[in-house]
């Protein structure tokens, strides 16, 4: 997970992240992550605002505790850290 490449970083990655949802019915492409919270902001503000202040709740130590449950067998140490690492990526763009 560390590399000199700008472009190989887990803020890279997470910044390609796309939903499963469209900006309208003619967008050939899904909408990035944040573009479909602002989409979704607009249209529910207080509920956004509602997700934001659950959002803010979760920390580091107890999304470390729900990774450390799963079997080895089915996620490796990388695989925990790198999902750990991205989960907080994600919460840190998400609130900004």
């Not at 944040?34 to 989409?39: I, K, M, P, Q």
């Not at 605002?49 to 990388?78: F, K, Y």
Request: charged share 25%; proline share 5%; glycine share 4%.
């Amino acid at each position: 997970m560390a590399t000199r490449d700008r472009y190989r970083t887990i803020a890279a990655f997470a910044a390609k992240g796309r939903s499963a949802f469209y900006g309208s019915p003619a967008s050939d492409k899904p909408l990035e992550l944040r573009e479909a919270f602002r989409a979704f902001s607009a249209h529910a503000p207080n509920s956004a605002l509602a997700w934001q202040d659950r959002l803010r709740c979760v920390n580091r130590d107890g999304l470390l505790g729900i990774l450390e449950r799963v079997p080895p067998a089915r996620m490796s140490e990388t695989c925990k850290r790198f999902t750990l690492e991205l989960l907080l990526t994600n919460q840190n763009r998400s609130l900004e």
